[in-house]
């Protein structure tokens, strides 16, 4: 992966994914506390978000991690208010794989928001020929992230037995994928 610049992705009229700068820290902060006790249901990180210092520290880490190509972050944008991001949480260069991960806004949820941003991300960078293969790994109980894989056309691999630890319980993880045409 060679482009260290942080672009941002068009979507469409109505949305777009944008670099994860400190300016979107603030309201990032307010969604994630509105929605901490939902998040919390499917991801471990909600409870350490204390403050909108947490935020931009994220942010931060996130494009320090993006210019040295270790992941790519993105703001989600609707209508030029941040309502979620989406990343490749890790990209492995040497087979030109990333692992996605989401979150969006409870309250902007089924509008199609977050296919529409997968498949913008992943056409991006498959067709840049940067990246070959797409990961998703989900909980088997969060049917709202095994639906958004289905419809972005990501195929279902298989499920990892209590691969994800979250709340003090171990739960079974699905994997999809989606291969790109262009390599």
Request: hydrophobic fraction near 35%; charged fraction near 20%; include cysteine.
């Amino acid at each position: 992966m060679n482009n260290t610049k942080q672009e941002s992705i068009y979507v469409n009229q109505h949305i777009s994914l944008k670099p994860p700068i400190r300016e979107f820290a603030a309201e990032l902060y307010r969604v994630i506390d509105f929605n901490r006790a939902y998040f919390s249901q499917f991801m471990a990180w909600p409870k350490f978000v204390t403050h909108p210092k947490d935020t931009v520290d994220f942010l931060d880490s996130c494009l320090t991690r993006h210019q040295n190509n270790q992941s790519k972050n993105y703001v989600i944008m609707l209508n030029n208010n941040a309502v979620g991001m989406l990343s490749f949480n890790q990209i492995d260069q040497n087979n030109k794989t990333a692992y996605l991960g989401y979150w969006l806004d409870s309250r902007v949820q089924g509008q199609g928001i977050m296919t529409q941003a997968i498949n913008a991300l992943t056409k991006y960078y498959a067709t840049k020929r940067i990246i070959k293969r797409f990961v998703i790994k989900c909980s088997v109980e969060n049917k709202q992230s095994n639906e958004v894989a289905r419809r972005c056309g990501f195929s279902y691999e298989g499920t990892l037995k209590q691969a994800e630890y979250l709340n003090d319980v171990f739960y079974d993880q699905n994997i999809y994928s989606l291969i790109s045409t262009y390599l």
